[in-house]
């Protein structure tokens, strides 16, 4: 019998902690590998694995230049990580590289002069883009993206291959943290 109680406290304790890291990990923090160019410097193409606190998810709290963690807009199963350039209300340069023309653009367009084209970027939406331009797939063709499609606020980045301690042997968990460079703290 005391083997049977053994048994069922141990499988009732497992039980525990799985649903304990499901809902961490659901509701309070993500740590996921990322692949893409489109967040250079920032994020490497490869091998970087992002922190993400999940109570900035649909967007509550995030603010102008936070990197979110975002289900894609044309594939919600998968994901991406971009910077905010805009949140509601705000009037956005669609390309500053160059004009663009967009395909789907669910916001009031300010001016179009041919060359320059800004939009206002509607209530529950924002505007993200990849940190380099060149190679990032975003709303420079998408339009603006709603809130709820946001997962996650992105604090931290670490590089797996540089073990725990990191390449210099003295940053543990070979953190690299995000910042917002368009806010002061």
């Not at 894609?72 to 805009?86: N, W």
């Not at 340069?93 to 395909?103: G, M, R, T, Y």
């Not at 809130?147 to 931290?156: D, E, N, P, R, T």
Request: hydrophobic content about 40%; aromatic content about 10%.
């Amino acid at each position: 019998m005391s083997t049977l109680r053994y048994t069922y406290n141990t499988l009732l304790w497992a039980l525990r902690a799985l649903a304990f890291l499901h809902f961490t990990h659901v509701h309070i923090y993500e740590y996921t590998e990322t692949r893409g160019e489109s967040m250079l410097n920032t994020i490497a193409s490869r091998g970087d694995f992002v922190h993400e606190l999940k109570r900035y998810r649909l967007g509550r709290g995030v603010q102008m230049g936070d990197v979110v963690v975002m289900a894609k807009p044309t594939d919600p199963k998968a994901r991406v990580c971009k910077r905010i350039l805009g949140m509601p209300g705000d009037v956005v340069l669609v390309d500053p590289s160059k004009s663009s023309e967009l395909a789907y653009l669910p916001a009031d367009q300010v001016l179009n002069d041919g060359y320059n084209r800004y939009i206002r970027v509607p209530e529950g939406h924002v505007w993200v883009t990849g940190d380099n331009l060149n190679l990032s797939v975003d709303l420079r063709t998408l339009g603006c993206v709603p809130m709820g499609l946001i997962k996650g606020k992105i604090f931290a980045v670490s590089l797996s291959s540089h073990g725990l301690m990191g390449e210099d042997g003295r940053s543990f968990l070979n953190l690299r943290w995000v910042q917002n460079t368009f806010v002061d703290e």
